[in-house]
């Protein structure tokens, strides 16, 4: 008799845990689905490579900043952390046009010959971009040219 007790125990815990996992599923699609498709929720700038494993990460949210920077072969790591302010923001996302970004062409990397990639990865509610080298682009890429002078500006000098 115990053994049928936990065995309906179990299927009504699995019943409440699936309810749980798809209803938090639905709410979270519904938020994204609310919001503007051209609005840019999050910024990611890298900048990896050479000889020594040199490696820049900055990722930037509406309220806040992330640096990671280092030397991987002289095993030095250095992390920022800072908030930002609502206009810092707005002076970011300003200098990208999101009806581009699908045309922005990205490069081979230049990583397996001691080379550095240069990355950006821009999230909308509706599609994710990465690019990989796209200096290259000489029409659309000035755009992530002033996002990255601008991200290179709100950076403390030390880790510029």
């Known amino acids: 008799m115990s053994a049928i007790k936990y065995l309906s125990l179990k299927i009504f815990s699995l019943t409440v845990l699936l309810l749980i996992f798809f209803s938090c599923d639905r709410k979270k699609t519904e938020n994204i689905s609310s919001t503007n498709p051209s609005e840019i929720i999050s910024i990611n700038y890298s900048d990896i490579g050479g000889q020594l494993g040199n ?18 072969n002289k095993k030095i790591h250095k992390e920022w952390k800072s908030a930002i302010t609502p206009q810092i923001w707005a002076k970011l996302t300003s200098t990208i046009d999101v009806k581009t970004l699908d045309k922005i ?11 550095f990639d240069e990355t950006f990865q821009i999230r909308t509610p509706k599609k994710y971009h990465a690019y990989v080298n796209s200096y290259a682009d000489t029409v659309y ?9 601008q991200i290179l500006n709100i950076l403390p000098t030390e880790y510029k």
Do not use: A, W
Not at 57 to 70: N, P, Q, R
Not at 105 to 115: H, I
């Open 55 to 72: 490696y820049k990460i900055v990722k930037v949210t509406k309220d806040s900043i992330h640096l990671e920077t280092g030397i991987t």
């Open 105 to 115: 062409k990205s490069s081979p990397s230049k990583q397996s010959v001691d080379g």
């Open 141 to 149: 890429y000035k755009q992530l040219q002033k996002l990255k002078d």
